[in-house]
T-cell receptor
Framework: GDSVVQTEGQVLPSEGDSLIVNCSYE??????LFWYVQYPGEGPQLHLK?????DKGRNKGFEAMYRKETTSFHLEKDSVQESDSAVYFC???????????????FGQGTTLQVKP | EAQVTQNPRYLITVTGKKLTVTCSQN?????MSWYRQDPGLGLRQIYY???????DKGDVPEGYKVSRKEKRNFPLILESPSPNQTSLYFC???????????FGNGTRLTVT
């Protein structure tokens, strides 16, 4: 079945460091790809999205490129800030040949803790 | 204000005592979904609904029921809760399944 695997556990960069959080997916269909961010005590919220291959999602200095050839959607930022600290989830929605499947698959989440 | 409202925020119950977690959205969204969040497992989809009276199983539906009698409401029912259903639950909605989700603030359920 469909799956999403992302960088495990915690990432602990210092403020000003560059960041890559890996996300790889498996599906037989044509997904849309998302990154969601979750702050303490809140539900996740959309961070950025890409609807088809070679699209690039952008938000608040973060970017992610939808790469069909490597089935990846890595989250990148040139210079992280303390305020970026949160849990990040990579997700795919499965389009399917026969129409909408309605299924949304999330990765296990990556905790970003930026040191001041 | 556009929002997804879940109640209660916190719930402690005992094994076998039926409970319902309510979810309501005021955005006229067609798509609604329930997730549970567990450490190391991310968000796993329990059930979803593409429209009124249309529901389908996600990846972890065992032990849960849902209904979608009205567009705005999508309650999650645990007929006989067990300790392995202790988790953080989120309801979410969107215009359609391929659009960004709006999440509620979560319900932390403990089953003893």
């Amino acid at each position: 079945g469909d799956s999403v695997v992302q960088t495990e556990g915690q990432v602990l960069p210092s403020e000003g460091d560059s960041l890559i959080v890996n996300c790889s997916y498996e599906t037989t269909q044509y997904p849309s790809l998302f990154w969601y961010v979750q702050y303490p005590g809140e539900g996740p919220q959309l961070h950025l999205k890409a609807m088809k291959a070679n699209d690039k999602g952008r938000n608040k200095g973060f970017e992610a490129m939808y790469r069909k050839e490597t089935t990846s959607f890595h989250l990148e930022k040139d210079s992280v800030q303390e305020s970026d600290s949160a849990v990040y989830f990579c997700a795919l929605s499965d389009r399917g040949d026969s129409g909408n499947t309605g299924k949304l698959i999330f990765g296990q989440g990556t905790t970003l803790q930026v040191k001041p | 204000e556009a929002q997804v409202t879940q109640n209660p925020r916190y719930l402690i119950t005992v094994t076998g005592k039926k409970l319902t977690v309510t979810c309501s959205q005021n955005m006229n969204h067609e798509y609604m979904s329930w997730y549970r969040q567990d450490p190391g497992l991310g968000l796993r989809q329990i059930y979803y609904s593409m429209n009124v009276e249309v529901t389908d199983k996600g990846d972890v539906p065992e032990g849960y029921k849902v209904s979608r009698k009205e567009k705005r409401n999508f309650p999650l029912i645990l007929e006989s809760p067990s300790p392995n259903q202790t988790s953080l639950y989120f309801c979410a909605s969107s215009t359609d399944y391929n659009s960004p989700l709006h999440f509620g603030n979560g319900t932390r359920l403990t089953v003893t």
